[in-house]
């Protein structure tokens, strides 16, 4: 059967704030708190106690860290979610396309396929 | 119609965080069959072997449909603050046969990694956890059982339903 492979060309950054106490949180809901804040689309994609990780994207990284505690406050109203003076935002830059002398030409983890690989 | 939700992840098991996705899957799926039993498993810790596992249980009863949700990306393998994604890895290992997408960010990255595939008579899928990739991606499902598709459609359309919730994602897959 069939095995493809896609590539979503898509301009994202990674979002993560930390310093947080996450209990019973609801990821649409904070998907939603920060879309109207950032206004553009919200992803989360990893969750702990602590810390929220999120991918944002089409969004100007630099703006959403000079923007940092206006994130905080918005993220304060979600349910679940407790800030503290200890909250921090940290806001990766774009994902930039990777190029060719720079793919692996061997696996570079335990699970094969995961990251782009250089065939023949 | 008889199905089982295997929602993974350790931070929905212990209520860091809610799970939404279950609820709404199988809200779909007994909107497209009243008479449908769904059984939603107790959520799963990231571990390959505890997924498989769950799987096997589920699969002892011959149901019609077995769901996992999350644990379908790149994850800590290039972020160690992620989750452990290993939900596609343990179906691979499950099934005999199946039908896979894999979307890639344009970093190289994997984003996700869908699965689709049949073991007698029950069809073995996952949709990724952020909510409205999986509703798209249950959706696309749910779709093509009722129209009588196969592995390969289901597969397919599954894997276009999740690259139209990227902003890059409306142009169709060839």
Redesign the interface.
């Known amino acids: 059967?069939?095995?493809?492979?896609?590539?979503?060309?898509?301009?994202?950054s990674?979002l993560?704030i930390s310093g947080l106490s996450?209990?019973?949180?609801?990821?649409?809901q904070v998907?939603k708190v920060l879309q109207d804040k950032l206004q553009t689309?919200v992803?989360?994609?990893?969750?702990?106690?602590e810390?929220i990780?999120m991918d944002v994207?089409?969004a100007d990284p630099e703006k959403i860290r000079r923007n940092a505690d206006g994130v905080i406050d918005a993220l304060a109203l979600a349910e679940?979610i407790t800030v503290s003076d200890l909250t921090k935002v940290s806001c990766s830059d774009k994902?930039?396309?990777?190029e060719w002398k720079d793919?692996p030409d061997k696996p570079v983890?335990d699970?094969l396929?995961?990251?782009?690989i250089k065939r023949g | 119609m008889r199905a089982f939700i295997l929602p993974t992840g350790n931070e929905i098991l212990e209520g860091i965080v809610l799970d939404l996705d279950a609820p709404e899957l199988m809200r779909q799926i007994v909107a497209a069959w009243p008479d449908a039993e769904v059984t939603r498993v107790c959520p799963i810790v990231d571990e390959e072997d505890s997924i498989f596992r769950k799987i096997c249980d589920a699969a002892e009863t011959d149901p019609d449909l077995i769901v996992l949700i999350g644990g379908s990306g790149g994850g800590h393998r290039f972020s160690s603050t992620l989750g452990k994604d290993y939900t596609h890895t343990a179906l691979v290992r499950y099934l005999d046969e199946y039908s896979a997408r894999e979307i890639y960010g344009k970093n190289g990255h994997m984003w996700s990694k869908l699965v689709c595939g049949r073991k007698g008579n029950t069809l073995v899928i996952n949709v990724p956890g952020p909510f409205e990739e999986a509703k798209a991606a249950m959706q696309a499902c749910l779709k093509g059982m009722l129209s009588g598709a196969g592995v390969e459609d289901i597969s397919k359309a599954m894997a276009q339903a999740v690259f139209e919730k990227y902003p890059t994602g409306a142009a169709s897959l060839a």
């Open positions: 059967m069939a095995e493809e492979y896609i590539i979503a060309y898509a301009d994202k990674v993560k996450v209990k019973g949180m609801s990821t649409t998907e689309i992803r989360v994609i990893g969750v702990t106690g810390s990780e994207y089409n679940g994902i930039v396309p990777v793919i983890s699970c396929r995961e990251r782009w």
